[in-house]
């Protein structure tokens, strides 16, 4: 409902003479009397406003014209103030300052611009995450002061303070994992999402990716460096290809084919290693296209299309990276790689998810969103880039890495609980876990204890350790009752996390 005063307000003096020839009403309904000729020279959208041929458009005060501005009484005083040869208004509020800064902008008056941003400069030194954030509004879009408030930021931050300790020299005990609160961290304890709401993701990556590097990137704003675009490489493409011209060391040991009826050539150990579930579910038959004296290929029915086939294989390389792989571009492409990886429980794809989580937030995906976030939590958030992350907000980034760091405080505490005291403990306890001989041999089942963290992978580590230390043995029967509810505590645990959705 409409309720404002049949009595207009009155700007303060100097904007309430009659002399004036227009009138400025602020969306507060106060209404400011100035002089075209002054607007004229201060703003060249004013100017070019004056010039057009003017109108009974039936906003007429008396003989006087009126606008309507979008801008509140108070950011339109303190703008005019600038145009008009009066005193310069006080600026001693970050907000205030902004959206000044905003209506210069908007208005094209170049030097109050100039002259507002130098203010701004002075929060700085209190405030520079909140000042980077709004150098990357849209409408203030700000190179300089986005570079001189991560200067700042990073001498403030001498060292950089992860949201968690996941370094590799540490990574067979909980002795490097997430110790510190999240607002103890870098990020956890300076941001400040009132002015951070229209910076994107990749921005805040960029200002948390120079900090961890302790050096400034050519443009903050935009992203210039062409991270996870890599194209499949030779190395990924080659082993999955048929011909006679490939070596055969080379040509796999399996088929993989598709729903299309295109074959994959593929090694069995590696799929195995990805995933314990992935070849014991699909249909297997023969290739029989093979030449008198070759042994029959096993060729096993992945009712996928080849699109996803050759995807889901490229992320399989045991020296894939979420960079490597090129990057999909489609989301329902994306959308069925985290489906596949899901039905097969194959982890090193679904951590590959991090890029679906963002395309998911910017689709607005919630469940997608949530299972990728999940999928994360043993790997880094912190160092992968994805272009989808120009398109969502920051905090949607934000967000993903608190979530990972509470995630990472569990597993530090399952870790020093139940794992290995130390690095070098943890080092000699794989060495024996890999000598333990095989079922075949007449030894006892050991899983597979891989360097890419998973939850089997941890609780593995954790109760063998103890299984060790008693007497330097391993109790099959023994381990295999604890593991499966060790891995459901750990998952309990983890699952009490909470995702904060838009």
Known sequence: ??????????????????????????????????????????????????????????????????????????????????????????IDDLWAAAKI???AIKYQMEEIAEIVSESIKKFIPLYPVAVYGLACRPSIHSETLAMVAATEWMEQNPSWVASYFFYRKGWLSGERFATKEWTETSIGGSYDSEYMDRTTAGQLYRLLRCIRLRQLPSKLLVNEEKVGMTKISQHYSLPYLLGSHIPKFLQGDIIIRSSDRLDFRAYKVVLQLASENLLSSLEVGTDQSRGPGESETP??????????????????????????VEDAGDADLIYGILRIA???DIPKAVSFVQLNYFTAIQHRWEELARKSARATVYSSVEYAYTPEMEHVSALSYYSLMKY???????????????????????????????????????????????????????????????????????????????????????????????????
């Open 1 to 90: 409902m409409n309720t404002t005063s049949s009595t207009p307000l009155a700007a303060a003096d100097p904007f309430n003479g009659k002399n004036a020839d227009l009138i400025l009403r602020s969306s507060d309904g106060v209404h400011f009397s100035v002089h075209k000729a002054i607007l004229s020279v201060a703003s060249n959208v004013f100017r070019d406003i004056f010039s057009w041929p003017q109108t009974d458009s039936g906003n007429m005060d008396g003989e006087r014209t009126s606008v309507y501005m979008s801008e509140d009484s108070s950011t339109l005083d303190s703008l005019l103030r600038f145009c008009y040869p009066v005193k310069y208004p006080i």
């Open 101 to 103: 800064l905003e209506a």
């Open 299 to 324: 060729v096993y029915h992945l009712p996928e299309h080849s699109s996803l086939v050759l995807k889901l294989l490229e992320i399989c390389d045991p020296s894939a990276t979420a960079g490597d």
């Open 342 to 344: 899901m039905k097969y």
């Open 404 to 502: 990972h760091h509470e995630c990472q405080r569990i597993l530090s505490t399952f870790l020093q609980k139940h794992g290995p005291p130390s690095h070098n403990e943890g080092t000699k306890l794989l060495k024996m876990l890999f000598s333990i001989p095989s079922p075949k041999d007449g030894g006892i089942e050991v899983p597979f204890v891989s360097r890419q963290w998973d939850c089997e992978s941890i609780t593995i580590l954790c109760y063998a350790s103890k299984m060790f230390s008693k007497n330097n043995a391993f109790d099959n029967e023994e381990f295999q009752s604890t593991l499966k509810s060790s891995k459901r505590e750990l998952e309990e645990n983890l699952n009490t996390v909470k995702l904060d959705w838009e």
